[in-house]
């Protein structure tokens, strides 16, 4: 048979082959290691995964690339980004090494509204050009599908803005980008109470988002001091009533009932859950809800505690990974996320690169990647590594040395 590119003599390939659902408990464990293994591609898509020799014995390429001594795995999936952002928050840096809080610098003004002020000046090709070289770096570090939020326009006219260079983008880039609304991320100043803001977002913008088919999701900061569990619920029964599928920032500082809110209405996520308690796991793990984790905002905010991804797994719930990239945590790097898995939440290498590959896809409904399987697109990475354990061992470098896009090297 014909191929048009044969990845062979790979030391390890992962093809996290598996269920259709998100994988949980000691699934997670599963990556589906093939040794001596071959990728064969034909146009986009992946045409056979296995051992060299089969693989080479029954499809004749127009491109080999020996692999020897690499490990072959899945594009990175970033579930949980706030890709679109004008400015910088450096100065805050040393607010928190000083003991500021992120609620504190929030009510001083910085924080979210530090970013809004910023994004608001900003034209739209000036948003399209700063995202365009964050995608760059995230792309060169093996993510090749995100989710992207709005959140930094908090009025009509600047939400739009942002979800429409989000557009843009899925359209010039190669990444390939998930829309989300997050126009309740904190209150604007224009508003006093937090409920009339959430009426505006529900009277005003998720209609007219939803009829230009701006967003896939709709998200929410579900949080002491910003929306509370019931203003929150308003809001993604707005947006599950015109047809956007909902995901939920919860528990990230305090627990007041946002991920308990986010099972009740089956959102597809549930993302931060630094606060989640026992009895909220065994919610998500039944409803479906999938936990994603963000271990790189609590080491910028130079926190002890971290999402209980142990306990998550350990009740049957599905946990996936993702950068939270913002001017608060400001990385494009999921394998520096892998390295924070491991180290801070315990998670094995074998669940974090599931968390980052097969369940990060499951977490933006995506079943077309995140493994490496007959008919799905071929989005893989080329590690210059001998097995999968490097990547969170192998801390603060880029251990990508190609990256390939629907069967196309685009690093």
């Given at each position: 048979?014909?191929?048009?590119l044969?990845?062979?003599?790979?030391?390890?390939?992962h093809?996290?082959?598996?269920p259709r659902r998100?994988?949980?408990?000691?699934?997670?464990?599963?990556?589906?290691?093939?040794e001596?293994?071959?990728?064969?591609?034909?146009?986009?898509?992946?045409?056979?995964?296995?051992?060299t020799?089969?693989?080479e014995?029954?499809y004749?390429?127009?491109?080999?690339?020996?692999?020897s001594?690499k490990?072959v795995?899945?594009?990175?999936?970033?579930?949980?980004?706030?890709?679109?952002?004008?400015?910088?928050?450096?100065?805050?840096?040393e607010?928190?090494?000083k003991g500021?809080?992120?609620?504190?610098?929030?009510?001083?003004?910085?924080g979210?509204?530090?970013?809004?002020?910023?994004?608001r000046k900003?034209?739209k090709?000036r948003?399209i050009e700063q995202a365009?070289k964050r995608?760059?770096?995230?792309?060169?570090h093996?993510?090749?599908?995100?989710?992207?939020?709005?959140?930094?326009g908090?009025?009509?006219?600047?939400?739009i803005?942002?979800l429409e260079?989000?557009?843009?983008l899925n359209?010039?880039?190669?990444v390939?980008l998930?829309?989300?609304?997050?126009?309740?991320?904190?209150?604007?100043?224009e508003?006093?109470?937090t409920?009339?803001?959430?009426?505006?977002?529900?009277?005003e913008v998720?209609?007219?988002?939803?009829?230009?088919?701006?967003?896939?999701?709709?998200?929410v900061?579900?949080?002491?001091g910003?929306?509370d569990?019931d203003?929150?619920?308003r809001?993604?029964?707005?947006?599950?009533a015109?047809?956007?599928k909902?995901?939920?920032?919860?528990?990230?500082?305090e627990?007041?009932?946002?991920?308990?809110?986010?099972?009740e209405?089956?959102?597809?996520?549930?993302e931060?859950?630094?606060?989640?308690?026992?009895?909220?796991?065994?919610?998500?793990a039944?409803?479906?809800?999938?936990?994603?984790?963000?271990?790189?905002?609590p080491?910028?905010?130079?926190?002890?505690?971290?999402?209980p991804?142990?306990?998550?797994?350990?009740?049957?719930?599905?946990?996936a990974?993702?950068t939270?990239?913002?001017?608060?945590?400001?990385?494009?790097?999921?394998?520096?996320?892998?390295?924070?898995?491991?180290?801070?939440m315990?998670?094995?290498p074998s669940?974090?690169?599931t968390a980052?590959?097969?369940?990060a896809?499951r977490?933006v409904?995506?079943?077309?990647?995140?493994?490496?399987e007959?008919?799905?697109?071929a989005?893989?990475l080329?590690?210059?590594v001998?097995?999968?354990?490097?990547?969170?061992y192998r801390f603060?470098?880029?251990?990508?040395?190609?990256v390939?896009?629907?069967g196309?090297?685009?690093v």
């Amino acid at each position: 048979m014909k191929a048009d590119l044969l990845i062979k003599n790979c030391a390890e390939i992962h093809t996290l082959k598996g269920p259709r659902r998100a994988r949980r408990g000691d699934e997670m464990k599963e990556t589906g290691k093939v040794e001596k293994g071959a990728v064969a591609v034909k146009d986009d898509k992946i045409t056979a995964v296995g051992p060299t020799e089969e693989v080479e014995k029954n499809y004749e390429a127009q491109e080999m690339i020996d692999a020897s001594g690499k490990t072959v795995i899945p594009g990175f999936v970033d579930p949980h980004t706030h890709l679109i952002y004008s400015g910088s928050r450096e100065d805050e840096l040393e607010m928190k090494i000083k003991g500021k809080t992120y609620m504190e610098i929030l009510e001083e003004g910085g924080g979210i509204l530090s970013t809004v002020r910023s994004t608001r000046k900003s034209s739209k090709q000036r948003l399209i050009e700063q995202a365009s070289k964050r995608l760059d770096t995230m792309l060169r570090h093996g993510t090749t599908t995100a989710e992207a939020k709005s959140g930094y326009g908090l009025d009509k006219d600047n939400e739009i803005k942002c979800l429409e260079v989000i557009e843009e983008l899925n359209k010039s880039h190669p990444v390939d980008l998930i829309p989300t609304y997050l126009g309740a991320h904190s209150l604007p100043p224009e508003f006093d109470q937090t409920g009339d803001y959430i009426d505006f977002c529900i009277d005003e913008v998720i209609p007219e988002i939803a009829e230009k088919g701006l967003a896939e999701y709709c998200d929410v900061f579900c949080e002491k001091g910003v929306f509370d569990a019931d203003e929150s619920r308003r809001l993604l029964q707005k947006a599950k009533a015109v047809g956007l599928k909902i995901r939920v920032h919860a528990d990230e500082i305090e627990n007041i009932g946002c991920s308990r809110m986010a099972a009740e209405l089956g959102a597809i996520s549930g993302e931060h859950l630094v606060k989640t308690g026992e009895e909220e796991i065994r919610m998500m793990a039944e409803s479906g809800t999938i936990g994603i984790l963000l271990p790189g905002t609590p080491f910028m905010l130079m926190e002890e505690e971290y999402a209980p991804a142990r306990k998550m797994i350990e009740n049957d719930m599905a946990v996936a990974l993702a950068t939270d990239l913002n001017p608060n945590c400001w990385t494009e790097s999921m394998q520096m996320i892998i390295t924070l898995a491991c180290l801070q939440m315990k998670m094995t290498p074998s669940e974090a690169l599931t968390a980052a590959t097969f369940n990060a896809a499951r977490a933006v409904d995506r079943d077309d990647i995140g493994s490496l399987e007959e008919g799905k697109k071929a989005d893989f990475l080329v590690l210059d590594v001998p097995n999968h354990r490097h990547i969170p061992y192998r801390f603060a470098v880029n251990l990508v040395e190609q990256v390939y896009k629907e069967g196309k090297r685009v690093v």
